[in-house]
Antibody, heavy 123, light 107 residues
């Protein structure tokens, strides 16, 4: 069974940092592009970042460029999101999601999602 | 920049047909995916690449995409279909991903 489990969320002061993790099981993480998607209070889903299966392409939404860094450790079947200089606008639930097509140079549909981890940025 | 437009909410009577639309410039030339999201749960892919249904998704769910509008259709709507529905596209040129604003379906 494919499973994604996020962790690392919590309460953090503005300007501070947080590192999210996503552990995959039931499939080989190394074969898939992976993404981080967030849902902010009262708003919908927002794609945050994506990384190709081979880490050759890493992309961010404009609002987090220069502050967030996505990475993966295929040996640990894990995906990470380092979030620096956090602002209140970053508050929300963060999901990791799997891109369905293996070893692709393009991105497609997200066929598996974790339950999410809550990030609360507040003083 | 590219935008996806969804209605905030759609209401449908039990057993009737719900249609949720996603508007975008020449969206018919892009692959559109649809997700169902219930509070406190992980989003679920219900339609991928315009018309395809993942295994486990009821046949009541279908999709279409042409011109400037993609549509998710749910026939014989059930209370369990109540959720937020999001369309999503990949913007190949910038390699970024875009979600629509979401539509809350009430049955």
């Amino acid at each position: 069974e494919v499973q994604l489990v996020e962790s690392g969320g919590g309460l953090v002061h503005p300007g501070r940092s947080l590192r999210l993790s996503c552990v995959a099981s039931g499939f080989a993480l190394e074969d898939h592009a992976m993404h981080w998607v967030r849902q902010t209070p009262g708003k919908g889903l927002e794609w945050v970042s994506g990384i190709t299966w081979n880490s050759e392409k890493i992309v961010y939404v404009d609002s987090v460029k220069g502050r967030f860094t996505v990475s993966r450790d295929n040996t640990k079947n894990s995906l990470y999101l380092q979030m620096d200089s956090l602002t209140r606008e970053d508050t929300g639930t963060y999901f990791c999601a799997r891109d369905r097509i293996v070893r692709s140079s393009s991105w497609y549909e997200f066929d598996s999602w974790g339950q999410g981890t809550l990030v609360l940025v507040s003083s | 920049s590219y935008e996806l437009t969804q209605s905030n909410s759609v209401s449908v009577a039990l057993g009737q047909t719900a249609r949720i639309t996603c508007g975008g410039d020449d969206i018919g030339s892009r692959n559109v995916h649809w997700y169902q999201h219930k509070p406190g749960q992980a989003p679920v892919l219900v339609i991928f690449r315009d018309t395809n249904r993942p295994s486990g998704i009821p046949e009541r769910f279908s999709g279409s995409n042409s011109g400037n509008t993609a549509t998710l259709t749910i026939v014989r709507a059930q209370p369990g279909d109540e959720a937020d529905y999001y369309c999503q596209v990949w913007l190949g040129r910038t390699f970024s991903v875009l979600f629509g604003g979401g539509t809350r379906l009430t049955v």
